[in-house]
């Protein structure tokens, strides 16, 4: 089965930036929507944002005002740009291929996510 693997993840101070990328082997990133969630310290892991094949990106509304995600131009890696962040979003993050059914339900096997950690 495909691995994805998401990188980018380190110690940042509140209010910096972030970039995240998601990668696999092969033609997967381009051949799949992919997904951003994250799991946040003490709580369940969530979807935060959707890119589709076509680069079309959707975010969710816990995170749009401040996070943007899109695709390369090779369409080989699949990026969550972050800014303005806090210390809650510290957590780790994850890429993901979304059931076309519920965005929220992963299709692939779970990759070992990139650490996010913000300080106050």
């Known amino acids: 089965q495909v691995q994805l693997v998401e990188s980018g993840g380190v110690l940042v101070q509140a209010g910096g930036s972030l970039r995240l990328s998601c990668t696999a082997s092969g033609n997967f990133v381009s051949d799949n929507a992919i997904a951003w969630y994250r799991q946040l310290t003490g709580k369940q892991r969530e979807f935060i944002a959707r890119?589709?094949?076509?680069?079309?990106?959707l975010l969710a509304d816990s995170v749009r005002r401040r996070f943007a995600a899109s695709r390369d131009s090779a369409n080989k890696v699949v990026f969550l740009q972050m800014s303005r962040l806090k210390p809650e979003d510290t957590g780790i993050y994850y890429c993901n291929v979304p059931s076309p059914a519920m965005w929220n339900q992963p299709m692939a096997s779970w990759g070992k996510g990139t650490q996010v950690t913000v300080s106050a």
């Open positions: 890119v589709a094949r076509d680069g079309s990106a």
